[in-house]
């Protein structure tokens, strides 16, 4: 029913700069919150960043003044611009979104393949 496809994953050194996409489709009637969470190898998947339907933004931590998370809800795409990478930002990124479809009542969460980004030198 809904599909999340995300892009934009790859190879850099640190220091470099990436931005990720994430596109929503399928019967989507609303969305609501969006956002992107991380899973490096050996460790649980952990949340980097969410974004409101109306532009509210949280980031964790580690992330803070180096991420940015936006949306387009015209296009039910969410992004995460990543500046100032490190070694320790590698890890597969998967994009989370509440969505209600036409068939359903409730918000669902739906997630997306992942895309890997690797920070080397």
């Known amino acids: 029913q809904v599909q999340l496809v995300e892009s934009g994953g790859g190879l850099l050194q640190p220091g470099g700069s990436l931005r990720l996409s994430c596109a929503a489709s399928g019967s989507i009637r609303s969305i609501n919150a969006m956002g992107w969470y991380r899973q490096a190898p050996g460790e649980q998947r952990e949340l980097v960043a969410t974004?409101?339907?109306?532009?509210?933004?949280y980031y964790v931590d580690f992330v803070k003044g180096r991420f940015t998370i936006s949306r387009d809800n015209a296009k039910n795409t969410v992004y995460l611009q990543m500046n100032s990478l490190k070694p320790e930002d590698t890890a597969v990124y998967y994009c989370n979104a509440n969505v209600r479809t036409w068939s359903d009542t409730l918000y669902r969460a739906y997630w997306g393949q992942g895309t890997q980004v690797t920070v080397s030198s």
């Open positions: 974004i409101s339907s109306g532009g509210y933004t």
